[in-house]
């Protein structure tokens, strides 16, 4: 295998090709967004807000459309790779870029690992040996390193199978939405109306919230896409648009169709069972796996790119923006990712991952919003997308930030804590190796 190492000053996404299309973009974003919240989600908003709650998922769409809006004129400002840790640090400098971009990889590293397993749940349907041991190793190794081999080998190769993914998994989910449209009348009533308090609507949107979250994967490989400053504007939204129709068509079929849709472990597969019958639970789950499998593809297409950016910019060390002269990707990267996926999928344990998600996501959602005011100081004119409204929309995405962080739970924040002190000695070594 052959490399070539690149300096920070040198550009080196120069030697990358851009293969990613506008409309890869487009599927990229859907991917990132639609993983496997959306099998079992329904049936928790459905306990807190009953029949009201399409209209939560409506209002968390809304809430996280200001924030998009804020990604979307950002991100018309750059065409390099990084995303939001290298917006973080055009804005407010190398401490808070970097503080971002470890807080970004360490939970898609994670969510990725946890996904990975939540395969092998899924597959344990129609294979029950699979979470045996040794079935289970072999599942995970062949998952995680078949898509880091696809995407050594090429950025486009990447991009197609995440393309083939997207369709993949809208298929069933259009079919679900289409199956209750015509079939929901004979079907049960549903939930009766009722009353909602202030906290179960709080609780749902904030569910909802991060359910539309993952979008901000979509725009690390920005040195690959054709034309990122006027594509990723146009991905953000249509993936929004396309997302809140989805979960909230599916959420009111829930809540209309199934008879106690709060009790529902599963609650996609429930509804397909009483439209379609075993077969239509069966294909809920196939859909189910392919929409993990395929998120699971977007990260190891996107994620690596954070690393990537870290070495261009002089914050990590030089051999992980090395290019395979070949193929032209960040293989270091790709290969470093996938391993620590790999190992956190065979630890199996997640369950503070919750924290570090809901903390890590919230602080670089309010740091992009805030960098608007400056982004559009240091570069007038510079972005080909711009939010309408002054610095309305700014302000008010770092408010909905703020009023969210006081819903987190800090009791299981230890890794949050290790994550900080890594992204802290990681700037401390960064200042001395390559002083700015």
Not at 90 to 101: D, E, H, L
Not at 121 to 134: H, V
Not at 237 to 242: A, C, E, F, R
Not at 298 to 324: C, K, M, Q, V
Request: one cysteine or more.
């Amino acid at each position: 295998m052959s490399d070539t190492p690149v300096s920070p000053t040198l550009q080196p996404s120069a030697q990358l090709v851009r293969a990613i299309g506008r409309w890869s973009l487009i599927a990229l974003a859907i991917n990132s967004v639609i993983g496997s919240g959306i099998f079992g989600l329904p049936s928790l908003v459905a306990g807190l807000t009953g029949r009201a709650s399409p209209w939560a998922v409506v209002l968390a769409g809304l809430s996280i459309g200001v924030i998009i809006a804020c990604f979307a004129e950002v991100s018309s400002c750059f065409d390099q790779a990084g995303g939001p840790y290298l917006y973080a640090r055009a804005a407010f400098g190398r401490f808070a870029g970097i503080q971002t971009g470890w807080m970004l990889w360490f939970t898609h590293v994670v969510a990725a690992a946890a996904g990975t397993n939540l395969f092998v749940l899924y597959l344990a349907e129609f294979l029950p040996r699979a979470r045996q041991p040794l079935p289970r190793f072999l599942v995970l190794t062949v998952l995680i390193w078949f898509l880091a081999a696809v995407n050594v080998v090429g950025v486009a190769a990447g991009a197609r199978l995440s393309n083939l993914f997207t369709v993949a998994k809208l298929l069933p989910l259009f079919a679900i939405i289409a199956l209750g449209l015509v079939l929901r009348p004979h079907a049960s009533v549903g939930v009766a109306p009722a009353s909602v308090s202030f906290s179960s609507w709080s609780k749902s949107i904030l569910l909802m919230f991060f359910a539309y979250g993952g979008f901000e994967s979509a725009l690390l490989p920005m040195s690959e896409a054709k034309n990122p400053k006027r594509d990723a504007p146009l991905a953000l939204m249509v993936s929004l648009g396309v997302c809140c129709l989805i979960y909230t068509a599916i959420q009111w079929l829930v809540v209309t169709a199934l008879p106690n849709p709060a009790s529902s472990a599963r609650p996609l597969a429930d509804l397909a069972r009483l439209l379609a019958g075993p077969p239509g639970a069966a294909f809920v789950t196939v859909g189910a796996l392919i929409s993990v499998y395929g998120y699971l593809g977007t990260r190891i297409l996107s994620i690596p790119r954070i690393t990537l950016a870290f070495a261009e910019n002089g914050d990590f060390p030089r051999w992980f923006a090395y290019i395979h002269r070949r193929f032209c990707t960040p293989y270091v990267s790709i290969i470093v990712f996938a391993a620590a996926v790999w190992g956190f999928a065979l630890t199996g344990q997640f369950a503070w991952n919750v924290t570090l998600s809901a903390v890590s996501r919230l602080f670089y959602y309010a740091i992009i919003c805030a960098a608007i005011p400056i982004l559009r100081k240091q570069f007038p004119g510079r972005a080909l997308f711009r939010v309408p409204g002054g610095f309305l929309l700014p302000a008010l995405g770092v408010l909905i930030c703020l009023s969210l962080f006081t819903q987190v739970d800090f009791k299981q924040s230890l890794i949050l804590g290790a994550t900080v002190l890594l992204a802290a000695g990681n700037w401390l070594w960064a200042r001395k190796a390559n002083p700015e």
